[in-house]
């Protein structure tokens, strides 16, 4: 028997409760209509999507889908965050990057919300050594943290900032931030080993007059951008750590200590659930490995995570403001400790005042407007965010235990191990970007040839000679810049004209489909006039399979004949005589766009 609410409001109360079978029974039905037979068992798998790492998303969770309890705040396994008070007393730590000695900028990121600095130093590659006295000018650094991000120079810069905390009265105990050591970090970027032993001194100084102070970084961007799944990047992020401690533990601190020492560096990106459940899972994933060095209570991992420098575009670069919000908002719900939103303008060079200004108010807006520090992992208890929470950590596990087996991470990078995995897990994802299975918008989706270019001085060349770095928007892009270099020779684009065969009902779809695919490959087209009007020497006909039946190869005839070398046709292949190409959705528009430039003699 129902017993009513006391409110009086039945809702669903009085319906008998669904079953699964029920659900995946009405699946099918639907998946038949649509012309896919599929047993009722399987429509759900029909539905999901494939990731990387072997991972799946199912279109329904429930509480069947169990995961293991992820714990309290502040609590082993620390997968809920690893303070017990999470974000909630003042948000995250607006953590700005700054490549440049530039006093001012640093003074007006810190005034206008900033709370940290990334600094990048080295004499070729950011900050020289010498000038961070004057990058620092009057900042007051018992208030703003400073992270250091030196390479081979770690030990100097590291030298350098201390004395110049001594120089400014700054007392050893109010001293915060992190010397950026970070030794597999910069073999990974540079190819180059780097001794651990001034790292090793820096550490046990911290931990002995600078309780506040970090030495070590444990920076896992090297694996994402080369190419490496959330899996790979959470995997060697755990080796470097697994490498760190047994490093300082032999020089003479113990576990508790040695954590201590260590914070982690993880790329936020626009799939926002990917990131929320890697960084849950890489607190869980460390809180193990702490709990076997013997130091349970020292697993709680400090967390930075700095906006994906992959999914940034150098074309329509003001969607980035876009891919920077949604990946901040991920890395604030998953519980990154600090964030650094990456300026839209990054891919170009040095970001301007606006474009500073945009990426630290990213984070204000997420904090102060839309109150998202304010609940404590808010995506705990998502049936789908938990269980992709622990299927990421068993994958991630796995890929460290690869590289443990391998002798450790400095073997595995070393032997080309690590190299050789990013590069499989690039391949497969460069094909989903070529086949537009992965949109780009701007890029491979909705490009805008007409654009004015966003230009910016040049930025200092980052490390190199190491893993590689990569770019969702490189095939596109290589495109793009052939295109650009016809037009400024030519004062021309190259051009192709399309056909729209029938009434507007009949070509539109395919015809927006057509112009968005050429236009990706910065290939203009035509579609006002006759073809002998619009300067193309190639053509695609667009229409609907109907009108194909009707006309496509008398059409053909007449654009063959006048003067068409190449003729598309916008479809799934067809018995259509003397079409040259067919494209459609999920054909390698790379591999189409790349041919049809070759042909046009674009170089």
Same mark, same amino acid.
């Given at each position: ?34 012309? +896919? ?32 309890? &992820? ?86 810069? *590291? ?71 959330? *899996? ?27 954590? =201590? $020492? ?38 709680? $991992? ?28 991920? =890395?604030?719900?998953?519980? =990154? ?40 992992? &808010? ?25 443990? +087996? ?51 001085? &040049? ?34 684009? &190259? ?23 050429? $236009? ?49 046709? =916008? ?33």
């Amino acid at each position: 028997m129902t017993v009513p609410p006391s409110d009086g409001l039945s809702l669903a109360s009085d319906f008998p409760d669904a079953t699964h079978e029920q659900w995946q029974h009405l699946v099918a039905g639907v998946l038949r209509r649509s012309g +896919r037979e599929v047993a009722a068992p399987e429509s759900e798998h029909a539905l999901s999507t494939a990731l990387e790492d072997g991972l799946r998303t199912r279109p329904l969770y429930t509480a069947r889908d169990g995961a293991p309890d &992820p714990g309290l705040p502040g609590f082993a396994p620390f997968v809920r965050g690893g303070r017990a008070e999470g974000n909630t007393v003042g948000g995250w730590d607006v953590r700005q990057r700054h490549t440049v000695a530039d006093a001012g900028a640093v003074l007006g990121d810190l005034e206008n919300g900033v709370t940290s600095l990334w600094l990048t130093v080295g004499a070729s590659t950011g900050i020289p050594v010498p000038e961070l006295d004057r990058a620092l000018e009057g900042v007051h650094l018992d208030l703003a943290p400073v992270v250091l991000d030196a390479g081979e120079e770690t030990e100097a810069a *590291a030298r350098r900032l201390l004395r110049l905390y001594e120089e400014r009265g700054v007392a050893a105990d109010a001293v915060r931030g992190n010397l950026g050591a970070d030794p597999l970090g910069h073999e990974a970027r540079t190819g180059r080993p780097y001794d651990f032993a001034p790292v090793a001194e820096l550490a046990g100084l911290c931990a002995e007059r600078y309780p506040g102070l970090r030495a070590l970084t444990v920076d896992a961007l090297p694996y994402h951008e080369a190419g490496g799944s959330a *899996a790979q990047e959470l995997g060697c992020s755990l080796a470097t750590g697994v490498a760190c401690l047994r490093e300082l533990t032999e020089a003479g601190l113990d576990v508790e200590r040695a954590c =201590a $020492q260590l914070e982690f560096r993880y790329a936020a990106t626009a799939d926002q659930f990917l990131t929320i459940a890697k960084l849950r899972a890489a607190r869980r994933l460390w809180a193990r490995v702490a709990e076997a060095s013997g130091a349970p209570r020292a697993g709680a $991992q400090l967390q930075h995570a700095v906006t994906s420098p992959v999914m940034m575009t150098r074309r329509d670069p003001w969607v980035n403001m876009l891919r920077t919000t949604v990946a901040t908002l991920a =890395a604030g719900v998953g519980g =990154a400790d600090a964030v650094t939103v990456l300026p839209f303008d990054h891919a170009l060079g040095l970001p301007d005042a606006f474009a500073r200004r945009i990426a630290r108010n990213t984070s204000t807006v997420l904090i102060e407007e839309s109150h998202l520090s304010r609940v404590i992992d &808010p995506a705990g208890g998502s049936w789908y965010v938990e269980r992709l929470t622990d299927e990421l950590a068993h994958a991630a596990w796995a890929f460290l235990q690869e590289i443990e +087996r391998a002798g450790g991470q400095a073997a595995a990078l070393r032997s080309g191990a690590v190299r050789e995995r990013l590069a499989e897990t690039w391949s497969a994802r460069s094909a989903k970007l070529a086949r537009r299975r992965e949109p780009v918008t701007g890029v491979s989706e909705f490009p805008h040839l007409a654009e004015k270019p966003v230009v910016r001085e &040049p930025a200092p060349e980052p490390p190199s000679g190491g893993l590689p770095r990569v770019r969702r928007d490189e095939a596109f892009e290589a495109l793009r810049a052939r295109s650009d270099a016809h037009l400024a020779a030519t004062g021309a684009r &190259p051009r192709v004209y399309l056909a729209a065969l029938g009434p507007a009902a009949a070509h539109t779809a395919r015809l927006g489909f057509a112009a968005n695919l050429f $236009q990706a490959g910065g290939v203009e087209p035509v579609t006002e006039g006759t073809f002998e009007e619009s300067g193309a020497r190639e053509a695609c006909l667009c229409s609907s399979d109907t009108v194909y039946e009707e006309q496509a190869e008398a059409t053909v005839r007449a654009l063959r004949a006048a003067g068409a070398k190449h003729v598309f046709l =916008a479809g799934r292949p067809g018995p259509y005589a003397d079409v040259d190409t067919y494209v459609f959705a999920g054909c390698d528009a790379v591999g189409v766009l790349t041919a049809t430039l070759d042909r046009m003699g674009v170089s």
